[in-house]
């Protein structure tokens, strides 16, 4: 398969598996724009 590889690695800190701890840090990839599916 010859598909991009788009990912990146962020790393937040502290989180652990709580969604509610990880707002502070998705809600600016979220908010940035519209989202680019290719």
């Known amino acids: ?10 790393i937040a800190p502290g989180v652990g598996h709580s969604n509610r701890s ?3 840090f998705a ?3 979220l ?5 680019k599916v290719r």
């Open 22 to 24: 990880m707002v502070p």
């Open 1 to 10: 398969m010859k598909v991009p590889f788009n990912w990146s690695m962020s």
């Open 27 to 29: 809600t600016p990839f």
């Open 31 to 35: 908010l940035d724009g519209p989202l």
